[in-house]
């Protein structure tokens, strides 16, 4: 288990309190529900002053010179501050706060003083979830059960953030059973360009259907790795590209929302009535433009060795497709890939897939939706696997 350092006595320098005022500002970034485009709730950052105001770097001070409390009470106080004097209907979506185990931990979180503040603030419990990070966890599982089980009693929401990140995130899960769980920004970086994260994902979001979890992709900033989350079934996420952090809670841009809508028309509109379509299986691979030098194929599979082939756009159609083991032969590019709807039954494909010559029958196969554009790539043995689990399901019926 982590303890926080305790601090040599003296007073409380200025980065940290100036008399009763908190030397930290606070700073609100919506998460959102990508369905319906309505904010369910706030992540709470703080930042310090001058060369502390990175989060990173002031809780780094904070604890090597022991005032990792101290700090922890201080970015409290800011929030709540600000958060009393919001209208009513903005203090309805709970507002998630990062709690580190060292202050989860420590006694005076549970001595009653943390439900004191809440209440000074007019605020209680309901209103906060409280994130527990998997960059740093409580080692001792039961403690960590205990803790988390008394924070749920009193009425706190739990998340646990950064999961992916560390090295002991399911422990951390199964422990404190959370909420929310949310996705580190390190697997959703660039999603689009990695097909196993893809894979993970998908597996993570049936998890946590199945537990009753919702489940947040943190740190999205371009349509492409929101485009793919929402076809791995993602519906709650953060980041950049929906709002940047700001003073006080706000909602994402009128331009996210006008696109967020067409993407959302274009999502339920192709998406299959059951898992027998192919589009239930699409998996977003790496593509170039169709303009570009040849060399950047051979950079990409000689710098990504996860890339097993690359699909070659013109605009948004797909118009060739280059696998890496037709580059090494020396075969390039096939010019006429086979290219699918995703609403193609998965049993009708297989048959048309193993119709193609010799040398292209173990290709992956393109899929787009009805207006032509790109939507990923299907391989043969994902189409064999659930060409089979569909016959086995059907027979036992």
Known sequence: MTHPLVRQPGPIPLWLWNGSEPGVTSAFQPIVDLRDGEVIGHEVLSRGQGTLESPNELFLHARVSGYTWELERACWTSALRRIATLPEDQRRAPFFFNVSPDVLSDPRFGDGSTLALLERHGLGPRHLVLELTEKAVIEDGALLQRLTRECAEQGFGLALDDFGAGHSGLVTLV??????????????????????????????????SSVDAILIAEGVETWEEMMVLLRLGIRHAQGYLLARPAPVPGRPTEAFESRRREAMRALLLSEPADDSTVGGLVIRRATVDAAAPSEVVSNLFRDAPQVDHVVVLDGARPKALVTR????????????????????????????????????VYDPVVVIDAQGEFLGTVTMKQLLLRASEFVERHSAK
């Open 175 to 208: 422990h404190c059973v959370p909420r929310f769980i949310k996705l580190d920004q390190a697997l959703v970086r660039d999603i689009h360009l990695h097909d196993y994260r893809q894979h993970l994902v998908k597996s993570l979001v049936a998890f946590s």
């Open 325 to 360: 083991r037709s580059l090494a032969s020396g075969n390039g590019q096939r010019e006429v890939p086979l290219v699918v709807e995703d609403q193609m039954a998965v049993t009708a494909l297989v048959g048309l897939a193993m119709a193609r010559a010799p040398e292209a």
